[in-house]
């Protein structure tokens, strides 16, 4: 009797059935602070930070990739991780942090949603519950597989920054003049400069990626196409942070490079007139809630996903709220306070500032585990070492002192 033979999956069957983690959390990592960042960035310095854009694209795999290699060949998320290896005492430290800057999100993405709704008459209250609403539906009800389907579809609306710069008519010759004059001098340019690094890696992106690949269940034979995933959306965000500069060099910063882009209105108010004002604006706010939502969605997971990890709580989403109560409890809360956050204060501005300062002081602790997990936790074939081990240390330290200096000047502004 002869043996039925299952061939192996394609490569591309394999990445088809492996993307997601790093494709979400990337997405996430264009949130609405990154998008008024990017757009900042355009109007007062046109195209000299768009060469930045790209540079960046290598930091981000470096060091989310730390993440893929650690959830596939440990299973373990990040919380659980550093409780077994450094002790509860630290874990107990950077999972308070995590909460602390999954919350300062929640308030970035929700006051996304408040502008938009502003922008169409409706009450801040009513849009920013609905968004609520539906991020509670989006994990009470589904498993892991139906929440990262969801955040892909919401981060796909991103893609429309594209058109916005499309339409935006660059100009050539000013575009390629703008990526070769770097005034490395300039006080203002560098601080910007030091915003857009430091806004490169989020403490919950790392907490997520790892407990999402884990959750997931993927395999070390799928490692390959998992860092495909992560690459592929390295590259994906910060095509859509540079559309997003081009689109505000191209507009803002040739009629108007003073103009105050602190809120969702005003850069909608900046940008759509030159793109047609319906249109335009529906292009717009389509893509603000894209960027919005998967964010929420991964920040919050992350806060739950961390806090279960350190406790020892069931925390998958393969489990019902009825048999993990605090796993939806945890996520429940943090996508309440920050809601309730954004409808009670009307001046969300400083609070921005201070939610990006947070995230720039969390980064030496947060990349700090990063490492020394890689370096410590993985078998012996998969550890961080060598050469390699120096460049990943050099660009996360880099990383980490230019997030906390652009936090620290925008403290001081």
Known sequence: MSQIVI????????????????????????????????????????????ALQFVLMPILYIVQELTVRLGIFTGKGHGELIRDNFGKIWAYVSVAGLSIAATGALLTEFSGVAGISDLYGVPRLAGVALAAAFLLVVVWTGSYA????????????????????????????????????????DHGYMTLAAANIGAVIMP??????????????????????????????????????????????????????????????????????YLGEA????????????????AAIVASLAGAWGWGEVTGF???????????????????????????????????????????????LLLPLVLGFLIALAARALPAGHRLRGGYFWVVFTVTALTAALGVYGGLISLGS
């Open 7 to 50: 061939p192996p999956r394609s490569a591309l069957a394999q990445f088809l059935a492996v993307a997601g983690p790093g494709l979400v959390v990337m997405l996430a990592d264009t949130d609405v602070g990154s998008v008024i960042t990017a757009a900042q960035s355009g109007a007062q310095w046109g195209y000299r930070l768009l």
């Open 146 to 185: 139906r929440v990262e389907r969801v955040a892909l579809a919401m981060g796909a609306f991103e893609l429309t920054f594209f058109g916005i710069a499309w339409a935006s008519h660059p100009a050539a010759g000013a575009l390629l003049g703008g990526i070769v004059d770097i005034p490395f001098r």
């Open 204 to 273: 919950w992106m790392v907490f997520y990626q790892q407990s999402a690949v884990a959750d997931k269940g993927l395999r070390p034979e799928e490692y390959r196409a998992a860092r495909w995933d992560t690459a592929i959306g390295a590259v994906v965000t910060q095509l859509i942070m540079a559309a997003v500069l081009v689109a505000a060099a191209a507009t803002i910063g040739r009629l108007d490079p003073n103009a105050k882009l602190d809120t969702v209105q005003e850069l909608s108010r900046a940008i759509t007139p």
């Open 279 to 294: 249109w335009g604006r529906l292009v717009f706010s389509i893509g603000i809630l894209g960027a919005g939502m998967v």
């Open 314 to 360: 069931r925390h998958s989403l393969a489990h019902r709220p009825r048999e993990a109560p605090w796993f939806y409890g945890i996520y429940t809360a943090i996508i309440i306070a920050g809601a309730l956050i954004v409808v009670i204060i009307p001046d969300l501005v400083t609070l921005d500032i201070a939610v990006e300062v947070m995230n720039a």
